[in-house]
C-alpha cells in the first residue's frame, strides 16, 4: 500500500493551495481518507476525514476554509486549502482507513492503517 500526498509549497498569507494524495495497493472506494498535520514538539492533529459517499468533516480550525474530496475513480484524495493563515504552517499526512471503523474513530490518528509520507506547507510572507 502506498500512498504519496503532493501539492505543499509556501504560500503568502490568505492565498491557497491544493494537495493531492495518491493511493495504491489497496480498493481506494473501501477506505475513508483523513488529513492530519504536524509541526515540530507537537502531536499529529486532526484536519479532515472524507468518507466514501463523499461526506467530509473537519477540525473546527479549518471548517470554512479547507474542503477535502476525493476522486475514487483516480483514487486519489483532495484537500483544497484557502485563506491560509500562518498557523496553518506544518506538515500534512493523508492516511487511509476501512470504511467500517465508526466515525469517532476517524478524528485520531490512531484510527488509521496506513499513512503517507507528508508534504510541506509553509504560509509566510
Known amino acids: 500500500v502506498q500512498l504519496q500526498a503532493s501539492g505543499g509549497g509556501l504560500v503568502l498569507p490568505g492565498g491557497s493551495l491544493r494537495l493531492s494524495c495518491a493511493v495504491s495497493g489497496l480498493t481506494f472506494s473501501n477506505y475513508a481518507m483523513g488529513w492530519f498535520r504536524q509541526v515540530p514538539g507537537k502531536e499529529r492533529e486532526f484536519v479532515a476525514v472524507?468518507?466514501?459517499?463523499?461526506?467530509?468533516y473537519y477540525s473546527t480550525s479549518v471548517k470554512g476554509r479547507f474542503t477535502a474530496s476525493r476522486g475514487n475513480a483516480k483514487s486519489t484524495v483532495y484537500l483544497q486549502m484557502n485563506s491560509l493563515k500562518p498557523e496553518d504552517t506544518a506538515v500534512y499526512f493523508c492516511?487511509?482507513?476501512?470504511?467500517?471503523?465508526?466515525?469517532?474513530?476517524?478524528?485520531?490518528?490512531?484510527?488509521?492503517?496506513?499513512w503517507g509520507q507528508g508534504t510541506l506547507v509553509t504560509v509566510s510572507s
Open positions: 492516511a487511509a482507513t476501512p470504511m467500517s471503523k465508526i466515525l469517532s474513530t476517524l478524528y485520531n490518528k490512531d484510527g488509521y492503517d496506513y
Open positions: 472524507i468518507r466514501r459517499s463523499g461526506n467530509a
